[in-house]
Nanobody, 123 residues
Framework: QVQLVESGGGLVQAGGSLRLSCAAS????????MGWFRQAPGKEREFVAA????????SYADTVKGRFTISTDNANNTVYLQMNSLKPEDTAVYYC????????????????WGRGTQVTVSS
C-alpha cells in the first residue's frame, strides 16, 4: 500500500498562485501514473491532472489547461501541482491519487488516495 500526504493548500485571491505537493511513501514501486483530483462542495470529485513516470507524459482537464502544471521529483517520490491564475471556481479540496488500474482520468481507476488539502480562491 502507498501512503499519500498532500500539502500546500490555503487561501489565495483570484489571479494568485499556489503549489501543492504530494509525498508518497510505502510501496512506491508502482505508483505511477499519479494524479490530482478535486472536489468542490456538493459536486463530484473530478480529474485535474496526471503524470507518468519521469514526467514523460502529462494530462490535464480542459478547465485547468494552460494554468496548472503537474511535475514530479522521482528521487523523492513527490508530485507537485503548480496552480497559476487561480479562479474562484478552482475552490475545492484537492486530492492526490496513485496506482491507477485503468484510465488515468477516472476516479475509480485509482486505489490509493491522500486525505486532501483545501484550496480556497476568493474573488
Amino acid at each position: 500500500q502507498v501512503q499519500l500526504v498532500e500539502s500546500g493548500g490555503g487561501l489565495v485571491q483570484a489571479g494568485g498562485s499556489l503549489r501543492l505537493s504530494c509525498a508518497a511513501s510505502g510501496r512506491t514501486g508502482s505508483t505511477y501514473p499519479m494524479g490530482w483530483f478535486r472536489q468542490a462542495p456538493g459536486k463530484e470529485r473530478e480529474f485535474v491532472a496526471a503524470i507518468g513516470w519521469r514526467s514523460r507524459t502529462t494530462s490535464y482537464a480542459d478547465t485547468v489547461k494552460g494554468r496548472f502544471t503537474i511535475s514530479t521529483d522521482n528521487a523523492n517520490n513527490t508530485v507537485y501541482l503548480q496552480m497559476n491564475s487561480l479562479k474562484p471556481e478552482d475552490t475545492a479540496v484537492y486530492y492526490c491519487a496513485a496506482s491507477p488500474r485503468g484510465l488515468i482520468t477516472y476516479v475509480s481507476s485509482y486505489t490509493d488516495w491522500g486525505r486532501g488539502t483545501q484550496v480556497t480562491v476568493s474573488s
